[in-house]
Every structure is written in structure tokens, then in C-alpha cells.
């Protein structure tokens, strides 16, 4: 679940809890929109936990210089010595 749709489903679950009055038979509309803002909230933490753990593991990465493909070419030609 993406960060934008998180958010929208939190709008969407606070606007039904805060501001929805009417009833309907069958469908409780509060508990709805209770169920859309905690599935938002949830969704929003688990984004957020992703961006975090990929953000630490790229930053290892960073740490490390990568060999460019032209730097192992140079290498292999003057090994080879073409």
C-alpha cells in the first residue's frame, strides 16, 4: 500500500467517523469508516517502515564504490593487452 493511498484512506475514514450523521439498516457507518482509518493508519505505518529499512539497506550501499562496467573493460583490455 502506497503512502498516497494511506493518507486517502484515512481522510476517507475520519470524514465518515467525524462527519457522516446518518444511519442506514445494516450497515453501521461509523464502524465503516473506523475500519477505512485504521486500515490507513496501518497501511501508512507498514509504508513507512519499508522506506526506512530500504533506505538503511541503500545506504550501505552507498558506503561501497561499485565498478562501473567501463572501469572493468579498461581492466580486461589491458590484461589481455588488445
Not at 503512502?3 to 453501521?28: H, K, N, P, Y
Not at 496501518?42 to 572501469?71: H, N, Q, W
Amino acid at each position: 500500500m502506497s503512502l498516497r493511498f494511506s493518507i486517502l484512506l484515512i481522510a476517507i475514514g475520519a470524514a465518515v467517523v467525524f462527519l457522516v450523521d446518518r444511519e442506514s439498516q445494516g450497515v453501521e457507518i461509523q464502524t465503516l469508516g473506523l475500519i477505512f482509518l485504521g486500515g490507513g493508519i496501518a497501511g501508512l505505518v507498514f509504508s513507512l517502515a519499508v522506506r526506512v529499512i530500504r533506505g538503511a539497506s541503500s545506504s550501505r550501499r552507498r558506503d561501497e564504490e561499485p565498478a562501473t562496467a567501463g572501469e572493468d573493460r579498461r581492466e580486461s583490455v589491458l590484461r589481455d593487452g588488445r
